[in-house]
């Protein structure tokens, strides 16, 4: 039976369930639109440390074919457009999920239909990158959109969490004390995240041979060493941000709560991703440590994401059914 025809069997299937198992089943297929959208960035950033990019040189068919030859760039990045339509096919059910049983809340709606626009336009915008002959502009705005649909799947998850509570409104003092900062760490990872993106697209990825200096200098001359050393300037400024951030919310959050457990993921992941960005620079620029600081920089980007829904959905224990911030002392 074509993939298509059970696709299909099932989300029709799922029309004539009831409700509890309606959401069970969304909350099963938005987790794994998220992991599905992380493994696609990943792949991602092996297409462009490997330089695969051109390996199907059209588009959406390679090489005028819909199965290739079996060549490693040609497998690559076939791979990535393969996973991209796995990804899209799990929007397209999130989306379809949250229209059957959870149009009444809002926040879970939007975010599903707008992670399907993205998710279209990341594909066309797939197929321009191609045609362009990967035209770092396009590279970029192609991550871009990668990351803010990530961001919206992780939304929708944790918003359609509880089906109860169908508006965020958070009314802790340490949940309001917190999104000044939970916002500008967004922010700043996001932007730190297209810094590298043309960073490397410009082709300075590799301009700075040493680490923390370049060149012996804080400041070079010459403009491929300015980008490559603002990339790190901003990663200073934001990476101080974030940890702060995650150090905040981890000591004002109660123990085994989920904000608690970002947290620390999102301080950990990020901790990590400085040590492998040193490594990237001390080991020569190893593609496999190139894609391994391109995959963490996402998973900072998603435990910063969770961390916010979370501060944003924030509910005292009498609504939510537990504790998420520590109770003041009166």
Known sequence: MPYWTVYHTLL???????????QTLFRVV???????????????????????????????????????PFDTATLIEYSHR?????????????TALAWMRLRTNRLVWYTSVAALVLVIVAGILGGITVLTELAW??????LAIAEILIAC????????????????????????????LIIASLVGAFVLILSG?????????????????????????????TVHMGHRYIAAVVGIVILWTAWKAWASAAPHS????????????????????????????SADLKATHLSLATLVWIGLVSLTALIYSYRPASEFGTAVFRQKAT
Not at 201 to 213: D, I, K, M, N, Q
Not at 214 to 224: E, I, K
């Open 12 to 22: 029709g299937g799922a029309i004539n369930l009831p409700s509890e198992r309606v």
């Open 82 to 94: 393969l996973s991209g339509s796995v990804l899209g096919l799990l929007v397209i059910a999130t």
């Open 258 to 285: 989920p904000v608690r457990m970002a947290a620390a993921s999102l301080g950990t992941a990020f901790a990590v991703q400085i040590v492998v960005g040193a490594f990237v620079i001390w080991n020569g620029f």
């Open 153 to 180: 799947l992780i939304v929708a998850a944790i918003a359609g969490w509880n089906p109860y509570s169908p508006e965020p409104h958070a009314n802790s003092e340490q949940a309001d004390s917190l999104k000044p």
């Open 30 to 68: 938005v987790v794994a639109a998220i992991l599905s959208a992380f493994f696609q960035v990943t792949l991602g950033g092996v297409v462009r440390v490997t330089d695969s990019g051109l390996g199907c040189p059209d588009w959406p068919l390679c090489h005028g074919q819909i199965i290739p």
């Open 197 to 225: 993106s043309y960073m490397v697209g410009e082709g300075y990825g590799t301009s700075c041979a040493t680490w923390p200096l370049c060149r012996g200098s804080l400041l070079p001359d010459g403009w491929a060493y």
């Open 137 to 142: 502009q396009y590279r970029l705005l192609h």
